[in-house]
């Protein structure tokens, strides 16, 4: 079995994937007003990207060696059908998930697994477009 710390941080990543599969289902079924024909899509789009981000990150736990979680993230979703609110949740969890992230690949550096890196790297740079994508509409 590859690093437990290494697993662990795996698994601390697909808990908030797995977060925000919920949220962003969530927010794409309550959202309401004029913004819900922009942000409904938005929300559905996300909820795809986190169930490919949760499948990579499960397997890759498994390839390590590892036991992938099936309980999300503790941390609350906020109910709400503010979408400035619905959007600075939003944001919020991807700036948790661009740290996970990245904790994952200080680890995977000295793991050896070139190929899990580069996908756990791509993985990080969308979850820093999206919080990119998020600063600038909650501003």
Same mark, same amino acid.
């Given at each position: 079995?590859? +690093? ?42 996300? *909820?795809?990207? !986190? ?5 990579? *990150? ?10 992938? *979680? $099936? ?6 979703? *906020?109910?709400?059908? +503010? ?29 050896? /697994?070139?190929?899990?890196? /580069? !996908? ?17 509409? $909650?501003?």
């Amino acid at each position: 079995m590859a +690093d437990k710390n290494l697993i662990d941080k795996m698994n601390d990543a697909l808990a908030l994937e797995l977060r925000a599969i919920n949220m962003y289902a969530h927010y794409s079924a309550t959202v309401m007003g004029i913004n819900r024909m922009q942000l409904a899509p938005y929300f559905s789009k996300e *909820v795809s990207e !986190s169930i490919t981000h949760a499948d990579f *990150v499960r397997r890759g736990i498994v390839k390590l060696g590892g036991v992938p *979680v $099936t309980e999300r993230n503790a941390k609350a979703i *906020v109910h709400t059908t +503010d979408y400035q609110l619905m959007l600075n949740e939003a944001y919020e969890t991807e700036k948790i998930a661009a740290k996970a992230y990245t904790a994952v690949m200080d680890l995977l550096k000295d793991a050896g /697994d070139r190929d899990l890196f /580069d !996908s756990i790297e791509q993985i990080c740079m969308m979850e820093l477009r999206a919080l990119e994508e998020l600063r600038l509409l $909650t501003a």
